[in-house]
């Protein structure tokens, strides 16, 4: 919340030691902490980005598939700027196993598959477990499916219905079998339809931060390590005994304060006893 386009370059330094650290909790949080840095600050963004590669270099699987988490948010929060760094995603989808970087990971292939050579052969690989996947993997090589039969009929023509045969006929989940109904109507009836609907643009995600008010935001900076900087509120309205807290300012701006109002308090005094002897 503390960072911006002044200070990135020590924050960034300082997550980079953190996501080396022996504590893989720790190293997570940091990973996620430059991921939320690249979609607060823009201009930072790249250089976030490259952290991001460098830390996936360094094949750890822990931190491959954080990366690959947030990255996803990246490409969601600024569509069609990045997509050169999916190659090295891609190369790295051995490492995946957790049910959130797999389902990032299908996400990416699935948007950017008219980008991706061999999209079709990267989901196939996914599509290979998909009865045994939890239900949010499911879900997106079911729509990334979809997406890419949208943009690449012919590679992506003997995929859709073995996988909306799957997901009508061969599993228990309400969310799945009626995600993959919808589409099936919609790829029969009309397909640009279709394409309007599964390929429109998203909202681009945005930082926590961004939706504090700034008097919030010191306030949640003045109460670190309470529950109100758990849940986002004043802590007022978290204990009700409790009472706001406000940043005084340093003794120094407090000075050139007092000087700017005897200065201003001088000038009116002037103009009032200029206007009296006129």
């Known amino acids: 919340m503390l960072a911006n386009e002044k200070n990135i370059d020590e924050v960034l330094t300082e997550l ?55 990255i996803r948010n990246i490409f969601r929060k600024y569509p069609n700027q990045y997509e050169s760094i999916i190659g090295t995603l891609c190369e790295h989808l051995d490492s995946l196993d957790e049910p959130e970087a797999k389902a990032a990971m299908v996400w990416v292939i699935g948007q950017y598959a008219d980008r991706i050579e061999n999209s079709e ?12 996947e939890p239900v949010e993997v499911q879900l997106a ?3 990334a499916t979809v997406k890419l039969f949208i943009q690449r009929p012919t590679k992506g023509q003997e995929l859709v219905p073995r996988v909306l045969k799957w997901a009508t006929e061969e599993t228990d989940n309400p969310d799945l079998r009626d995600r993959a109904y919808m589409y099936w109507r919609l790829l029969s009836t009309d397909m640009a339809a279709a394409k309007t609907i599964v390929m429109s643009e998203k909202p681009p995600i945005t930082a926590e931060s961004e939706r504090l008010d700034p008097a919030t935001l010191e306030e ?8 109100a900087t758990v849940y986002l509120k004043p802590v007022q309205t978290v204990f009700r005994s409790a009472r706001a807290r406000k940043l ?30 006129h």
Request: proline share 2%; with cysteine; hydrophobic share 45%.
């Open 141 to 143: 090589l079911l729509t």
């Open 121 to 132: 052969a990267l989901l196939e690989d996914f599509l290979d477990s998909f009865a045994e």
């Open 220 to 227: 949640m900076c003045l109460n670190v390590g309470t529950l």
């Open 16 to 70: 980079r030691e953190y996501a080396t650290e022996i504590d893989v909790h720790f190293v997570r949080k940091a990973v996620r902490a430059i991921g939320k840095l690249a979609i607060k600050i823009e201009p930072a963004a790249r250089q976030c980005i490259n952290l991001l590669l460098e830390l996936v270099s360094t094949k750890v699987t822990y931190i491959v598939q954080e990366a690959t988490v947030v």
């Open 248 to 277: 005084l300012d340093s003794p120094a701006l407090q000075k050139q304060y007092s000087r700017r109002l005897r200065s201003r308090r001088a000038s009116a005094n002037s103009a009032s006893a200029s206007a009296g002897r």
